[in-house]
């Protein structure tokens, strides 16, 4: 039987602050407020070591199962894109996705008295239970929303940082109207099935990223520019895709039961070593670009067997198929995986030929980064200053290296 005295929250959220900042680049304002604010109090369903582990926490989950309706985002992701937002004291900040509370009483320490935090959200459940918490550990000051965060907040002027903690597909025109250039978004954006993390900048007509980041939030609600659908017969295999793209999940469907052309890129990777990149090298070129995911049964049954079996990038185009994947080689006495491509499909060789391609230019520069500038849709071509072109209702982006 153990004697032990548990740990206190404080003790476990100087250790939580500490894991982080090992290995996150964190400013001395937002270490300050990891350490200060008790992110236990904003999930009271957890114990305190759920609370201080790095892991979301579930506050709303969804009765038809899949992805929460709401919870409280993993604080490393927290800690990051509050680095990237670069709030100052005295700022107003709009937050679109209220959760627990939590992230709105972390903006309020880094904005001081003198700044005003506003968070908003779609689900009343969700701002009742912000709104209950911030109360309870005096974070009063900070104001609750209810609406759809696509309004944004325009009766609290134009914000100086709009930071968005759910998974947007496209920019509201409500949130161009009310970033003036100079002010600053953070917002988890997807495309060509991925989602990434944007750090960008307001200038006169457009916005520019200085941060593109791998992430993963439960997707705005009123949003559904992705497309999904299965392509086998079994429902074991799916695509998502946007829906400027004109894949035809019909025409596909049965492509995985035709013959398999296997390309290798001669690019190895070890089994620590990520390859993300690889997705933004293809969606900054081929409008084929798209996510594949997999059960379990199917990789079991040998339909298919992508790199990632649950989000693989992959190229659809017509009735032929190209994934990303990944096979086991020993080199000089090392294990090592080659990143390569499979095609079904009359297409199919010359689909996986095309993403070889994009591996090989990402094995170049595996650290690079592209900037994505937004645009609002209806921008001429020749004012978007070149790039890859993405279409979305509200805005245009475009993809350069």
């Known amino acids: 039987m153990s004697t032990a005295t548990p740990a206190s929250p404080k003790t476990l959220r100087d250790r939580m602050v500490d894991t982080i900042a090992a290995t996150h680049p964190l400013t001395p304002a937002v270490e300050d407020a990891l350490r200060v604010v008790p992110r236990h109090e904003f999930v009271p369903d957890a114990t305190a070591e759920q609370a201080y582990a790095d892991q979301s926490v579930t506050i709303k989950p969804n009765p038809a199962g899949g992805l929460p309706l709401s919870c409280a985002s993993v604080p490393s992701l927290v800690a990051d894109m509050l680095v990237w937002l670069r709030t100052r004291p005295g700022d107003t900040v709009v937050e679109i996705g209220a959760g627990t509370g939590y992230n709105a009483a972390l903006l309020a320490h880094l904005v001081g008295p003198d700044g005003k935090v506003v968070t908003v959200d779609i689900d009343e459940d969700v701002t009742a239970h912000a709104r209950q918490t911030l109360e309870a550990t005096g974070n009063t000051a900070v104001?609750?929303?209810t609406r759809d965060g696509a309004l944004g907040a325009p009766e609290h002027g134009h914000p100086a940082r709009m930071i968005v903690t759910v998974g947007a597909w496209d920019i509201p025109i409500a949130?161009?109207?009310?970033?003036?250039?100079?002010?600053?978004?953070?917002?988890?954006?997807?495309?060509?099935?991925?989602?990434?993390?944007?750090?960008?900048?307001?200038?006169?007509?457009?916005?520019?990223?200085?941060?593109?980041?791998?992430?993963?939030?439960?997707?705005?609600?009123?949003?559904?520019?992705?497309?999904?659908?299965?392509?086998?017969?079994?429902?074991?295999?799916?695509?998502h895709f946007d829906a400027d793209q004109p894949i035809d999940p019909a025409v596909l469907r049965g492509v995985l039961d035709q013959p398999k052309t296997a390309v290798a890129s001669g690019a190895t990777i070890r089994g620590d070593e990520s390859f993300d990149g690889v997705w933004l090298r293809l969606s900054a070129a081929d409008p084929a670009t798209c996510r594949m995911a997999a059960d379990r049964a199917a990789i079991d049954n040998g339909l298919c067997k992508p790199a990632i079996p649950s989000r693989s990038p992959a190229l659809a185009e017509g009735d032929s198929l190209a994934y990303l994947t990944l096979t086991r080689r020993e080199i000089e006495g090392s294990v090592r995986f080659e990143l390569g491509a499979t095609g079904h499909g009359p297409a199919g060789r010359h689909l996986a030929d095309r993403l070889c391609d994009r591996i090989r230019l990402w094995d170049g520069a595996r650290d690079a980064r592209p900037t994505i500038t937004l645009h609002p849709a209806g921008t001429p071509d020749d004012q978007t200053g070149g790039g890859y072109i993405i279409d979305k209702p509200g805005v245009r982006m475009t993809i350069s290296y």
């Open 143 to 145: 104001t609750v929303l």
């Open 175 to 239: 949130w161009w109207d009310q970033l003036e250039p100079g002010a600053r978004l953070v917002v988890p954006l997807s495309w060509r099935g991925q989602a990434r993390c944007l750090g960008l900048d307001r200038q006169a007509d457009r916005m520019v990223s200085d941060v593109v980041e791998l992430c993963g939030f439960v997707p705005m609600l009123g949003q559904d520019g992705e497309r999904t659908a299965a392509i086998d017969t079994d429902g074991l295999v799916t695509l």
